[in-house]
């Protein structure tokens, strides 16, 4: 989260909303955004329901795996990157390159 939040003038100058979805409650969240000093808003979703639609909850673990979406204004999403293990998240670059593509070219 703190990578994206290194980037994030770029990420709101190519016209994207960044948020983090989270399993843990609000007041950890709260807490964890304020000790990264985040430029976003982390969701927090304890009863993981929407990281359940997303196919991103590690059940063993009770976290959700490391993912990035991209989605359009019409909530449709155009690019997904769902990670290995803890550490495997996408560049920003690859991220914003994949925002900056016209919407048919992700496909």
């Known amino acids: 989260m703190a990578g994206l939040a290194a980037d994030y003038e770029k990420f ?3 016209g994207v909303e960044v948020l983090a979805i989270s ?3 609000v007041d950890k969240s709260r807490d964890l955004a304020n000790k990264l000093i985040l430029p976003f808003q ?3 979703d ?3 329901k929407t990281i359940d639609s997303y196919g991103v909850y590690d059940a ?3 976290i959700a795996i490391p993912a990035s979406f991209v989605l359009d204004r019409n909530l449709t999403v155009r690019w997904v990157y769902i990670g290995k293990d803890n550490t495997d ?3 920003n670059d690859a991220i914003l390159a994949e925002v900056n593509k ?3 070219s992700s496909k």
């Open 89 to 91: 998240r996408p560049t």
């Open 102 to 104: 016209p919407a048919d």
């Open 42 to 44: 982390i969701l927090s």
């Open 23 to 25: 399993v843990d409650p």
């Open 60 to 62: 063993a673990g009770k």
């Open 46 to 48: 304890p009863d993981h």
């Open 12 to 14: 709101k100058s190519a």
